[in-house]
């Protein structure tokens, strides 16, 4: 049972176009979310994330939505970069803290941003 | 900071042999550490959850006889795959976290079980 599912594999977008990265969960318990980026052979780096009592976290050029009615949440990322490509995973936990919490992540999506 | 890494970075191994990967906090101390493993193409699956000095928590359908975690220290654990099987090819992530408010991930290892 896939409980947070990024349904898109790859998004192709290009420079200084805006990358919008979707994610969908199931599970009602989850109350934190948080976005990943990996390189190839890398662990994942965190992004940036947003608590359930938000609907929006911004940082940079980096904005998180969420929208809990639809269990949604989206990644925005505003004017793409060249060097934004990469995998993007979606994560989410039910502990009601932050991040030391279990993870369940999505599947990724490949982002490619083209010059 | 907040430097995690795991050695070996890739390991090739014969059927029915065990494989050690370690996982180390370089420049800061982890309560928790964590261990999950990537299939091609999937989601960061967790295999279990470790405190220090404490035994791990092994998430449902992962053996715990076949996956030894040893978390001897506030920033080594070691994740053990005992009699590997081809089938347990796979990427092996760790994460740590201090007692704070993050989850710091290790670049991974790749096992390849022939």
């Known amino acids: 049972d896939q409980q947070v599912k990024q349904n898109s594999p790859s998004l192709s977008v290009q420079e200084g176009r805006i990358s919008i990265l979707n994610c969908d969960y199931t599970?009602?318990?989850?109350?934190?979310f948080l976005w990943y980026k990996k390189y190839p052979a890398e662990g994942p780096t965190f992004l940036i994330s947003?608590?359930?009592?938000?609907d929006k976290n911004e940082d940079g050029r980096f904005t998180v939505f969420l929208n809990k009615s639809a269990k949604h949440l989206s990644l925005h990322i505003v004017p793409s970069q060249p060097g934004d490509s990469a995998v993007y995973f979606c994560a989410a936990s039910a502990f009601g803290s932050s991040n030391t919490g279990k993870l369940i992540f999505g599947q990724g999506t490949t982002l490619q941003v083209k010059p | 900071g907040a430097v995690v890494s795991q050695h070996p970075s890739r390991v090739i191994c014969k059927s029915g042999t065990s494989v050690k990967i370690e996982c180390r906090s370089l420049d800061f101390q982890a309560t928790t550490m964590f261990w999950y493993r990537q299939f091609p193409k999937q989601s960061l699956m967790l295999m279990a959850t470790?405190?220090?000095?404490?035994?791990?928590?092994?998430e449902q359908g992962v053996e715990k006889d076949k996956f030894l975690i040893n978390h001897a220290s506030l920033t080594l654990s070691t994740l053990t795959v005992t009699s590997a099987h081809p089938e347990d090819s796979s990427f092996y992530i760790c994460?740590?976290?201090?007692?704070?408010?993050?989850?710091?991930f290790g670049p991974g290892t790749r096992l390849t079980v022939l």
């Open positions: 947003i608590s359930s009592i938000k």
């Open positions: 599970n009602s318990m989850f109350d934190y």
């Open positions: 470790s405190n220090e000095g404490s035994k791990a928590t092994y």
């Open positions: 994460s740590a976290s201090p007692s704070g408010d993050e989850q710091f």
